[in-house]
């Protein structure tokens, strides 16, 4: 073995033991869990986990499925790839265990991407970074879907306001809300769900608290503590939630004034790259043209 081998060998495994021994110390002074049963994060999990979508993992079956098991194990990956796939709406495809495949897949594909390119297993090591790359996707369906929702929220809590004002309480004002709308949107379709879950069983605390836990939007949080504030301490909801849309309205009107002001400095990006170089050619054509001629004139 040369000793560039050798050098690379042991700077593979100083990396390997540098990381082994942060996890032994991480875990051995790691506090205990809290046991709240008002945190979301119990709710989480609670709900998902590798009971549901990991379950058919066989800790003896093929090489594919003690890879996954040891990665949902060691990198703490079964709870998070759950929460996307809930906040993505969860999509029959790409299903949790599609999504550790992907990154295993470009994880992989990274690795032998760079060894190939260099020639180094050192380098290849840092082709595994392919494997962090589809949660960029999967928060960009994420954001876009909480996008959708946010864009009908504002008024379903002013009709909320206005259903509850009419004498209804708020899960029978949500319900009768649901159904006059014609075409459910990504909003409807969620409180539906929490409809569903207080109907098989579920109070209507933990009900609201999946539904914000499902959309993962503070405002949403926001709508879903003021409700449980007010039935705890016995305050009008309708007055919280009038404040609430106000507040919620003035916020956007801000947010819309702030990306206005930022739309003038966005814009020198496309000016300086598109539009001011064609008109620099555009004016000194004729004069370099005239210069390789033969000279300006004067």
């Known amino acids: ?147 959708a929702i946010m864009k009908s929220f504002p008024s379903f809590v002013d009709l909320t306001a206005l259903t509850i004002e009419a004498g209804l309480d708020y899960m029978t004002a949500i319900e009768r809300i649901l159904k006059n709308s014609k075409k459910p949107s990504e909003l409807e379709v969620e409180l539906q769900k929490m409809i569903s879950e207080v109907q098989l069983g579920y109070t209507r605390k933990d009900a609201l608290k999946r539904f914000a836990m499902r959309t993962g939007i503070q405002e949403i949080r926001s709508f879903v503590g003021l409700i449980i504030q007010s039935d705890d301490l016995g305050t009008s909801l309708v007055e919280l939630l009038r404040n609430y849309a106000t507040d919620m309205r003035f916020r956007r009107l801000n947010k819309a004034e702030k990306l206005a002001a930022q739309a003038s400095t966005k814009m020198l990006i496309p000016l300086f790259i598109f539009i001011f170089p064609t008109v620099f050619i555009l004016m000194l054509a004729p004069m370099m043209k005239q210069l390789v001629q033969g000279g300006l004139g004067f």
Not at 12 to 39: I, K, M, Q, W
Not at 100 to 112: N, Q, S, T
């Open 1 to 147: 073995m040369s000793g560039q081998a050798v050098h690379y060998l042991l700077l593979v495994v100083g990396v390997l033991g540098s990381v082994a021994c942060y996890t032994a110390v991480h875990r051995l002074f790691a506090p205990p869990p809290e046991d709240s049963a008002n945190d979301l994060t119990k709710l989480a999990k609670n709900e998902v986990g590798m009971s549901t979508a990991f379950s058919a993992l066989n800790p003896n079956g093929s090489l594919l499925d003690r890879l996954d098991l040891f990665l949902l194990r060691t990198l703490h990956l079964d709870v998070k790839l759950e929460e996307l796939h809930m906040m993505m709406g969860r999509p029959a495809k790409p299903t949790p265990l599609e999504m550790l495949r992907f990154k295993e897949m470009l994880g992989a594909g990274g690795a032998l991407f760079f060894w190939f390119m260099t020639g180094s297993l050192v380098m290849g090591a840092f082709g595994l970074i392919g494997f962090f790359i589809p949660e960029t996707l999967f928060m960009s369906k994420v954001r876009a879907r909480q996008a």
